[in-house]
Protein backbone atom coordinates (compact mmCIF):
# COMPACT_ATOMS: atom_id res chain seq x y z
CA UNK A 1 0.00 0.00 0.00
CA UNK A 2 1.54 3.34 -0.69
CA UNK A 3 0.65 6.85 -0.66
CA UNK A 4 0.20 8.39 -4.36
CA UNK A 5 0.79 11.80 -5.65
CA UNK A 6 -2.58 13.20 -5.85
CA UNK A 7 -1.98 14.99 -9.12
CA UNK A 8 -0.59 11.71 -10.51
CA UNK A 9 -2.95 11.45 -13.72
CA UNK A 10 -2.79 7.36 -13.31
CA UNK A 11 -5.49 7.65 -11.65
CA UNK A 12 -8.03 9.19 -13.87
CA UNK A 13 -10.71 7.82 -16.15
CA UNK A 14 -9.27 7.61 -19.76
CA UNK A 15 -12.18 9.19 -21.31
CA UNK A 16 -12.54 12.62 -20.02
CA UNK A 17 -12.40 15.95 -21.95
CA UNK A 18 -10.10 18.69 -20.46
CA UNK A 19 -12.90 20.64 -18.46
CA UNK A 20 -14.07 17.05 -16.61
CA UNK A 21 -10.25 16.26 -15.86
CA UNK A 22 -10.09 19.65 -14.22
CA UNK A 23 -12.50 19.47 -12.05
CA UNK A 24 -11.47 15.31 -11.51
CA UNK A 25 -8.34 16.57 -10.12
CA UNK A 26 -9.57 19.33 -7.72
CA UNK A 27 -12.02 16.87 -6.09
CA UNK A 28 -9.03 14.77 -5.85
CA UNK A 29 -7.27 17.12 -4.19
CA UNK A 30 -10.24 18.18 -2.30
CA UNK A 31 -10.27 14.53 -1.02
CA UNK A 32 -6.32 14.45 -0.25
CA UNK A 33 -6.13 17.58 1.64
CA UNK A 34 -8.70 15.86 4.77
CA UNK A 35 -6.78 15.52 7.38
CA UNK A 36 -5.67 11.75 8.42
CA UNK A 37 -7.85 9.96 10.91
CA UNK A 38 -4.98 9.24 13.19
CA UNK A 39 -4.59 6.23 14.99
CA UNK A 40 -7.57 3.66 16.35
CA UNK A 41 -8.69 5.67 19.34
CA UNK A 42 -7.84 3.55 22.77
CA UNK A 43 -11.04 2.74 23.59
CA UNK A 44 -11.66 1.13 20.15
CA UNK A 45 -8.26 -0.92 20.41
CA UNK A 46 -9.35 -2.00 23.92
CA UNK A 47 -12.10 -3.70 22.54
CA UNK A 48 -11.27 -5.06 19.56
CA UNK A 49 -8.11 -6.54 21.92
CA UNK A 50 -10.79 -7.96 24.31
CA UNK A 51 -12.49 -9.52 21.16
CA UNK A 52 -10.13 -11.47 19.63
CA UNK A 53 -8.66 -11.76 23.05
CA UNK A 54 -11.82 -14.09 23.73
CA UNK A 55 -12.00 -15.47 20.20
CA UNK A 56 -8.47 -17.01 21.17
CA UNK A 57 -10.08 -18.13 24.57
CA UNK A 58 -12.66 -19.82 22.80
CA UNK A 59 -10.22 -21.60 20.42
CA UNK A 60 -7.85 -22.74 23.29
CA UNK A 61 -11.10 -24.56 24.74
CA UNK A 62 -11.16 -22.11 27.62
CA UNK A 63 -13.72 -19.46 28.72
CA UNK A 64 -12.32 -16.42 29.43
CA UNK A 65 -12.99 -15.32 32.74
CA UNK A 66 -15.28 -12.38 33.74
CA UNK A 67 -13.94 -9.34 33.26
CA UNK A 68 -10.83 -10.96 31.73
CA UNK A 69 -7.94 -8.93 30.93
CA UNK A 70 -6.07 -9.07 27.25
CA UNK A 71 -3.01 -8.58 25.62
CA UNK A 72 -3.46 -4.48 24.51
CA UNK A 73 -3.02 -4.13 20.67
CA UNK A 74 -0.45 -1.47 21.37
CA UNK A 75 3.03 -1.76 19.40
CA UNK A 76 5.50 -4.27 20.59
CA UNK A 77 8.07 -3.74 23.10
CA UNK A 78 11.66 -3.47 21.80
CA UNK A 79 13.71 -6.03 22.39
CA UNK A 80 16.27 -4.58 24.85
CA UNK A 81 13.06 -3.02 27.43
CA UNK A 82 12.65 -4.65 30.68
CA UNK A 83 10.08 -7.04 30.88
CA UNK A 84 7.62 -4.89 32.67
CA UNK A 85 7.23 -1.47 31.20
CA UNK A 86 4.44 -1.05 28.56
CA UNK A 87 3.20 1.87 27.38
CA UNK A 88 -0.70 0.87 27.50
CA UNK A 89 -3.92 0.20 29.31
CA UNK A 90 -1.85 -0.59 32.27
CA UNK A 91 -3.76 -1.38 35.29
CA UNK A 92 -3.21 2.39 37.05
CA UNK A 93 -3.78 3.07 40.29
CA UNK A 94 -5.36 6.23 42.17
CA UNK A 95 -2.31 7.67 44.37
CA UNK A 96 0.30 5.60 43.04
CA UNK A 97 0.78 2.18 44.80
CA UNK A 98 1.38 -1.35 43.98
CA UNK A 99 -0.03 -2.77 40.89
CA UNK A 100 -1.56 -5.97 41.08
CA UNK A 101 -2.99 -8.17 37.99
CA UNK A 102 -4.74 -11.42 38.28
CA UNK A 103 -4.23 -13.25 35.74
CA UNK A 104 -6.81 -15.60 34.15
CA UNK A 105 -7.11 -18.51 36.22
CA UNK A 106 -9.35 -21.39 35.59
CA UNK A 107 -9.54 -21.44 39.49
CA UNK A 108 -10.33 -18.37 39.89
CA UNK A 109 -12.43 -17.13 37.04
CA UNK A 110 -13.88 -14.53 39.36
CA UNK A 111 -10.67 -12.38 40.27
CA UNK A 112 -9.28 -10.85 37.67
CA UNK A 113 -7.58 -8.12 38.73
CA UNK A 114 -7.14 -5.27 41.64
CA UNK A 115 -5.29 -2.10 42.05
CA UNK A 116 -4.33 -0.73 45.27
CA UNK A 117 -4.30 2.60 46.06
CA UNK A 118 -2.01 4.07 48.46
CA UNK A 119 1.68 2.95 50.33
CA UNK A 120 0.14 1.02 53.35
CA UNK A 121 -2.79 -0.82 51.33
CA UNK A 122 -2.17 -4.80 50.75
CA UNK A 123 -3.10 -6.09 47.44
CA UNK A 124 -6.22 -7.47 47.26
CA UNK A 125 -7.91 -9.84 44.72
CA UNK A 126 -11.39 -8.18 43.07
CA UNK A 127 -13.36 -8.17 39.77
CA UNK A 128 -13.32 -5.29 37.77
CA UNK A 129 -12.96 -4.39 34.27
CA UNK A 130 -9.56 -2.47 34.57
CA UNK A 131 -7.57 -4.91 34.10
CA UNK A 132 -4.62 -6.02 31.31
CA UNK A 133 -2.57 -8.60 30.93
CA UNK A 134 -3.97 -11.89 30.59
CA UNK A 135 -1.79 -14.67 29.84
CA UNK A 136 -2.97 -17.33 27.60
CA UNK A 137 -0.63 -20.04 28.81
CA UNK A 138 -0.06 -18.98 32.30
CA UNK A 139 -1.79 -18.27 35.51
CA UNK A 140 -0.96 -17.23 38.93
CA UNK A 141 -0.98 -13.95 40.53
CA UNK A 142 0.75 -11.29 39.62
CA UNK A 143 1.84 -7.91 41.66
CA UNK A 144 4.67 -5.11 41.29
CA UNK A 145 4.67 -4.47 44.95
CA UNK A 146 7.98 -3.19 44.89
CA UNK A 147 8.92 -5.74 48.32
CA UNK A 148 12.86 -5.52 48.95
CA UNK A 149 13.03 -9.26 48.69
CA UNK A 150 16.37 -10.15 50.16
CA UNK A 151 18.45 -13.77 50.51
CA UNK A 152 17.92 -14.42 53.88
CA UNK A 153 14.09 -14.30 54.03
CA UNK A 154 13.40 -15.00 50.19
CA UNK A 155 11.48 -18.20 50.93
CA UNK A 156 9.40 -16.61 53.54
CA UNK A 157 8.66 -13.90 51.02
CA UNK A 158 7.61 -15.25 48.50
CA UNK A 159 5.36 -18.09 50.72
CA UNK A 160 3.39 -14.80 51.29
CA UNK A 161 2.49 -14.13 47.89
CA UNK A 162 0.51 -17.14 47.72
CA UNK A 163 -1.07 -16.07 51.45
CA UNK A 164 -5.08 -15.04 50.87
CA UNK A 165 -4.27 -11.72 52.56
CA UNK A 166 -0.85 -10.99 50.40
CA UNK A 167 1.55 -8.85 52.07
CA UNK A 168 1.52 -4.99 52.63
CA UNK A 169 2.51 -3.46 48.97
CA UNK A 170 5.29 -1.00 49.74
CA UNK A 171 5.18 2.12 48.23
CA UNK A 172 6.88 2.13 44.40
CA UNK A 173 6.77 4.93 42.82
CA UNK A 174 5.82 5.38 39.21
CA UNK A 175 4.54 1.05 39.73
CA UNK A 176 1.47 2.52 38.22
CA UNK A 177 2.80 2.42 34.70
CA UNK A 178 3.68 -0.89 35.00
CA UNK A 179 1.97 -3.11 33.01
CA UNK A 180 1.67 -7.11 33.08
CA UNK A 181 2.89 -8.31 29.57
CA UNK A 182 1.33 -12.11 29.09
CA UNK A 183 3.71 -12.58 26.18
CA UNK A 184 6.85 -11.50 28.33
CA UNK A 185 5.50 -13.39 31.10
CA UNK A 186 5.83 -16.47 29.04
CA UNK A 187 8.87 -15.47 27.71
CA UNK A 188 10.61 -15.37 31.12
CA UNK A 189 8.89 -18.64 32.36
CA UNK A 190 10.92 -19.99 29.52
CA UNK A 191 14.60 -18.37 30.13
CA UNK A 192 14.55 -19.20 33.64
CA UNK A 193 13.40 -22.99 32.69
CA UNK A 194 9.94 -23.19 33.77
CA UNK A 195 6.76 -24.27 32.58
CA UNK A 196 4.44 -21.41 30.98
CA UNK A 197 1.36 -23.16 33.00
CA UNK A 198 3.88 -23.76 36.46
CA UNK A 199 3.41 -20.08 37.41
CA UNK A 200 1.60 -19.26 41.05
CA UNK A 201 2.98 -15.89 41.58
CA UNK A 202 4.67 -13.85 40.43
CA UNK A 203 6.13 -10.44 41.60
CA UNK A 204 7.64 -6.57 40.81
CA UNK A 205 10.35 -5.58 43.27
CA UNK A 206 13.87 -5.60 44.16
CA UNK A 207 16.48 -8.55 45.24
CA UNK A 208 19.31 -7.36 47.52
CA UNK A 209 18.52 -4.07 46.24
CA UNK A 210 18.64 -5.17 43.01
CA UNK A 211 15.34 -4.73 40.30
CA UNK A 212 13.95 -8.26 40.28
CA UNK A 213 10.76 -10.50 39.20
CA UNK A 214 10.59 -13.05 41.84
CA UNK A 215 8.20 -16.01 40.56
CA UNK A 216 6.69 -18.80 42.58
CA UNK A 217 6.27 -22.05 40.05
CA UNK A 218 5.72 -25.54 40.48
CA UNK A 219 8.38 -27.98 39.61
CA UNK A 220 9.38 -31.55 39.21
CA UNK A 221 9.87 -31.62 42.88
CA UNK A 222 7.46 -29.03 43.85
CA UNK A 223 7.33 -25.17 44.49
CA UNK A 224 10.09 -23.12 44.15
CA UNK A 225 10.67 -19.53 44.38
CA UNK A 226 13.03 -18.16 41.19
CA UNK A 227 14.84 -14.63 40.98
CA UNK A 228 15.31 -13.11 38.00
CA UNK A 229 16.28 -9.51 36.83
CA UNK A 230 13.42 -7.72 35.14
CA UNK A 231 14.41 -8.13 31.81
CA UNK A 232 13.51 -11.43 32.09
CA UNK A 233 13.88 -12.69 28.36
CA UNK A 234 15.45 -16.14 26.52
CA UNK A 235 19.03 -15.20 25.98
CA UNK A 236 19.50 -12.27 28.78
CA UNK A 237 17.31 -13.54 31.84
CA UNK A 238 20.19 -13.56 34.74
CA UNK A 239 19.04 -15.90 37.19
CA UNK A 240 19.24 -13.93 40.63
CA UNK A 241 18.55 -16.76 43.05
CA UNK A 242 15.82 -19.63 43.57
CA UNK A 243 14.98 -21.82 46.12
CA UNK A 244 12.42 -24.83 47.03
CA UNK A 245 9.89 -23.82 49.03
CA UNK A 246 7.75 -25.76 51.54
CA UNK B 1 5.07 -15.73 19.18
CA UNK B 2 8.60 -14.64 19.65
CA UNK B 3 10.19 -11.32 19.47
CA UNK B 4 10.77 -12.88 16.08
CA UNK B 5 7.60 -11.88 15.17
CA UNK B 6 9.06 -8.30 14.95
CA UNK B 7 11.22 -9.18 11.56
CA UNK B 8 8.25 -11.70 10.50
CA UNK B 9 6.09 -10.92 7.16
CA UNK B 10 2.48 -10.22 7.07
CA UNK B 11 2.08 -13.49 5.61
CA UNK B 12 4.63 -15.77 8.03
CA UNK B 13 2.70 -13.61 10.89
CA UNK B 14 -0.74 -15.31 9.02
CA UNK B 15 0.68 -18.36 8.71
CA UNK B 16 1.85 -18.43 11.98
CA UNK B 17 -1.90 -17.68 13.25
CA UNK B 18 -3.23 -20.52 11.29
CA UNK B 19 -0.72 -23.09 13.19
CA UNK B 20 -1.88 -21.89 16.43
CA UNK B 21 0.36 -18.95 17.44
CA UNK B 22 -1.37 -16.98 20.04
CA UNK B 23 0.52 -13.81 19.19
CA UNK B 24 0.82 -13.72 15.52
CA UNK B 25 -2.59 -12.27 14.52
CA UNK B 26 -2.52 -9.53 17.32
CA UNK B 27 1.22 -8.42 16.17
CA UNK B 28 -0.18 -8.42 12.42
CA UNK B 29 -3.55 -5.97 13.92
CA UNK B 30 -0.79 -3.84 15.55
CA UNK B 31 1.02 -3.17 12.19
CA UNK B 32 -2.05 -2.22 9.93
CA UNK B 33 -4.88 -1.14 12.47
CA UNK B 34 -4.68 2.77 11.76
CA UNK B 35 -4.24 2.06 8.22
CA UNK B 36 -7.50 0.07 8.91
CA UNK B 37 -8.99 2.18 11.21
CA UNK B 38 -8.59 5.44 8.63
CA UNK B 39 -10.11 3.10 5.87
CA UNK B 40 -13.30 2.22 7.81
CA UNK B 41 -13.63 6.24 9.36
CA UNK B 42 -13.41 7.56 6.12
CA UNK B 43 -15.75 5.17 4.26
CA UNK B 44 -18.48 5.02 7.11
CA UNK B 45 -17.77 9.21 8.66
CA UNK B 46 -18.97 8.09 11.94
CA UNK B 47 -16.25 6.83 14.68
CA UNK B 48 -18.91 3.94 16.05
CA UNK B 49 -19.99 2.35 12.98
CA UNK B 50 -16.09 2.19 12.03
CA UNK B 51 -15.53 1.09 15.33
CA UNK B 52 -17.81 -1.59 15.03
CA UNK B 53 -16.89 -2.15 11.22
CA UNK B 54 -13.31 -2.58 12.59
CA UNK B 55 -13.95 -5.10 15.01
CA UNK B 56 -16.27 -7.39 12.37
CA UNK B 57 -13.53 -7.22 10.08
CA UNK B 58 -10.69 -8.33 12.16
CA UNK B 59 -13.40 -11.45 13.99
CA UNK B 60 -13.60 -12.03 9.97
CA UNK B 61 -10.02 -12.04 9.30
CA UNK B 62 -9.07 -14.20 12.47
CA UNK B 63 -11.34 -16.82 11.75
CA UNK B 64 -11.12 -16.84 8.07
CA UNK B 65 -7.13 -16.44 7.73
CA UNK B 66 -7.03 -20.21 6.65
CA UNK B 67 -8.82 -19.51 3.82
CA UNK B 68 -6.06 -16.88 2.98
CA UNK B 69 -4.36 -18.11 -0.49
CA UNK B 70 -1.88 -15.85 -0.75
CA UNK B 71 -2.62 -14.34 -4.01
CA UNK B 72 -2.87 -10.83 -2.58
CA UNK B 73 -0.93 -8.96 -0.35
CA UNK B 74 -1.85 -9.65 3.55
CA UNK B 75 -2.77 -6.18 3.74
CA UNK B 76 -4.98 -6.27 0.53
CA UNK B 77 -6.50 -8.66 1.99
CA UNK B 78 -7.16 -6.73 5.43
CA UNK B 79 -7.95 -3.89 3.33
CA UNK B 80 -10.61 -5.84 1.33
CA UNK B 81 -12.08 -7.50 4.85
CA UNK B 82 -12.32 -4.20 6.44
CA UNK B 83 -14.31 -2.37 3.30
CA UNK B 84 -16.48 -4.61 2.76
CA UNK B 85 -17.80 -5.42 6.47
CA UNK B 86 -18.29 -1.08 6.18
CA UNK B 87 -20.37 -1.45 2.38
CA UNK B 88 -22.02 -4.21 4.70
CA UNK B 89 -23.18 -1.66 7.02
CA UNK B 90 -23.66 1.47 4.64
CA UNK B 91 -26.29 -1.31 2.80
CA UNK B 92 -28.04 -2.57 6.00
CA UNK B 93 -28.30 1.24 6.66
CA UNK B 94 -29.62 2.26 3.91
CA UNK B 95 -31.99 -0.62 4.20
CA UNK B 96 -33.58 1.02 7.28
CA UNK B 97 -35.54 4.37 6.81
CA UNK B 98 -34.21 7.21 7.64
CA UNK B 99 -35.33 10.61 8.69
CA UNK B 100 -35.25 13.69 6.56
CA UNK B 101 -33.68 16.51 7.65
CA UNK B 102 -34.62 20.15 8.64
CA UNK B 103 -33.94 23.10 5.82
CA UNK B 104 -30.41 23.76 5.89
CA UNK B 105 -29.39 26.23 8.13
CA UNK B 106 -27.50 29.47 6.76
CA UNK B 107 -23.92 29.61 6.71
CA UNK B 108 -22.07 30.72 9.66
CA UNK B 109 -20.04 33.16 8.63
CA UNK B 110 -16.96 32.62 10.34
CA UNK B 111 -14.22 32.35 8.67
CA UNK B 112 -12.56 30.61 11.71
CA UNK B 113 -14.96 27.73 10.66
CA UNK B 114 -14.38 27.37 7.42
CA UNK B 115 -12.37 25.29 6.34
CA UNK B 116 -14.02 22.88 9.42
CA UNK B 117 -17.01 23.47 7.42
CA UNK B 118 -15.80 22.63 3.94
CA UNK B 119 -14.29 19.11 5.67
CA UNK B 120 -17.56 18.44 7.07
CA UNK B 121 -19.00 19.53 3.92
CA UNK B 122 -17.06 17.38 1.94
CA UNK B 123 -17.25 14.16 4.36
CA UNK B 124 -20.86 14.68 4.16
CA UNK B 125 -21.48 14.79 0.50
CA UNK B 126 -19.22 11.39 0.06
CA UNK B 127 -21.34 10.04 2.62
CA UNK B 128 -24.13 10.30 0.26
CA UNK B 129 -22.52 8.62 -3.03
CA UNK B 130 -23.16 4.89 -4.13
CA UNK B 131 -20.86 2.75 -1.86
CA UNK B 132 -18.80 1.52 -4.50
CA UNK B 133 -18.13 5.31 -5.88
CA UNK B 134 -17.44 6.12 -1.87
CA UNK B 135 -15.15 3.29 -1.71
CA UNK B 136 -13.17 3.88 -4.47
CA UNK B 137 -12.69 7.40 -4.09
CA UNK B 138 -11.74 6.41 -0.36
CA UNK B 139 -9.29 3.82 -1.25
CA UNK B 140 -7.29 6.03 -4.29
CA UNK B 141 -8.13 9.85 -3.30
CA UNK B 142 -8.28 9.69 0.38
CA UNK B 143 -6.35 6.37 1.25
CA UNK B 144 -3.47 6.80 -1.48
CA UNK B 145 -3.74 3.31 -2.84
CA UNK B 146 -2.54 3.39 -6.83
CA UNK B 147 -5.27 2.43 -8.96
CA UNK B 148 -4.25 -1.44 -9.19
CA UNK B 149 -4.46 -1.70 -5.27
CA UNK B 150 -7.32 -0.60 -4.68
CA UNK B 151 -8.51 -2.95 -7.85
CA UNK B 152 -6.84 -5.70 -5.98
CA UNK B 153 -8.76 -4.43 -2.43
CA UNK B 154 -12.11 -4.37 -4.08
CA UNK B 155 -11.45 -7.02 -6.70
CA UNK B 156 -12.95 -5.29 -9.74
CA UNK B 157 -10.91 -4.62 -12.92
CA UNK B 158 -8.15 -1.30 -12.74
CA UNK B 159 -10.83 0.51 -15.44
CA UNK B 160 -13.84 -0.21 -12.85
CA UNK B 161 -11.74 1.37 -10.39
CA UNK B 162 -11.30 4.91 -12.23
CA UNK B 163 -14.89 4.42 -13.69
CA UNK B 164 -16.06 4.71 -9.72
CA UNK B 165 -13.64 7.47 -8.91
CA UNK B 166 -14.46 9.38 -12.50
CA UNK B 167 -18.22 9.09 -11.47
CA UNK B 168 -17.98 9.85 -7.95
CA UNK B 169 -15.55 12.35 -8.23
CA UNK B 170 -17.97 14.25 -10.74
CA UNK B 171 -20.97 13.51 -8.39
CA UNK B 172 -18.99 15.33 -5.33
CA UNK B 173 -18.44 18.45 -7.87
CA UNK B 174 -22.36 18.38 -8.08
CA UNK B 175 -23.18 17.91 -4.14
CA UNK B 176 -20.61 20.52 -3.24
CA UNK B 177 -22.08 22.99 -5.85
CA UNK B 178 -23.83 25.90 -3.39
CA UNK B 179 -26.84 26.49 -5.13
CA UNK B 180 -26.90 22.46 -6.52
CA UNK B 181 -30.49 21.21 -5.74
CA UNK B 182 -28.58 18.33 -5.19
CA UNK B 183 -26.81 19.23 -2.19
CA UNK B 184 -27.84 18.19 0.59
CA UNK B 185 -27.80 20.00 4.26
CA UNK B 186 -24.36 19.63 5.58
CA UNK B 187 -24.58 21.74 8.01
CA UNK B 188 -24.17 21.15 11.91
CA UNK B 189 -22.59 17.70 10.64
CA UNK B 190 -19.62 16.32 12.60
CA UNK B 191 -17.27 13.77 11.34
CA UNK B 192 -18.83 10.94 13.17
CA UNK B 193 -22.49 11.78 11.95
CA UNK B 194 -22.09 12.34 7.88
CA UNK B 195 -23.16 8.08 7.56
CA UNK B 196 -26.52 8.41 6.21
CA UNK B 197 -27.06 5.10 7.78
CA UNK B 198 -27.05 6.03 11.55
CA UNK B 199 -27.51 10.49 11.07
CA UNK B 200 -30.52 12.41 10.38
CA UNK B 201 -28.60 15.02 8.86
CA UNK B 202 -28.96 13.67 5.31
CA UNK B 203 -31.99 14.19 2.53
CA UNK B 204 -31.96 11.78 0.45
CA UNK B 205 -30.55 12.60 -2.95
CA UNK B 206 -33.31 12.72 -5.58
CA UNK B 207 -33.32 9.35 -7.55
CA UNK B 208 -31.71 7.68 -4.73
CA UNK B 209 -28.30 8.62 -6.38
CA UNK B 210 -26.46 11.79 -6.30
CA UNK B 211 -27.01 13.15 -10.28
CA UNK B 212 -24.87 11.02 -13.12
CA UNK B 213 -21.55 13.66 -13.77
CA UNK B 214 -22.26 15.18 -16.96
CA UNK B 215 -18.73 15.29 -18.32
CA UNK B 216 -17.63 11.98 -17.71
CA UNK B 217 -17.31 9.80 -20.79
CA UNK B 218 -19.39 7.08 -19.66
CA UNK B 219 -21.79 6.19 -17.50
CA UNK B 220 -20.83 2.17 -16.96
CA UNK B 221 -17.80 0.77 -15.25
CA UNK B 222 -15.54 -0.62 -17.56
CA UNK B 223 -13.55 -3.45 -16.61
Known amino acids: MSNRDPFDDDVFDDHLDADALAEQREVR???????DPGPVPPDV???????LRTLQEQDAGRTPAAGASVVPITPRRPQHRPLWLAAAAAVVLAGGGAVVSQLASDT????TSASVAGSSASPERTSGDGARGVAPDTSGRVYASGTPYRRADLVRQAAALLAPSPPPAAERPGAAGLLMDSTALSACLRAVGAAAGSLLAADLGTYEGRPAVVLVVTGRSGREVVVADQDCRPGAATRLASAPMP | MTSDSDD??????????????????AELVRRHQDRLWAVALRTLADREEAADALQDALVSAYRRAGSFRGDA???TWLHRIVVNACLDRVRRARARPTVPLPEREPASGRDEHASTEAALDVRAALARLPESQRAALVLVDMHGLSVAEAAAVLEVAEGTVKSRCARGRAA???LLQPDSPAAGPVSGSSAGSGNPATSSDVRPVPGGTPAPPSRVGSEGERA
Open chain 1, 29 to 35: ALLSSLP
Open chain 1, 45 to 51: VDRITRT
Open chain 1, 108 to 111: SATS
Open chain 2, 8 to 25: ASDAELLAAHVAGDPDAF
Open chain 2, 73 to 75: AVT
Open chain 2, 172 to 174: LAA
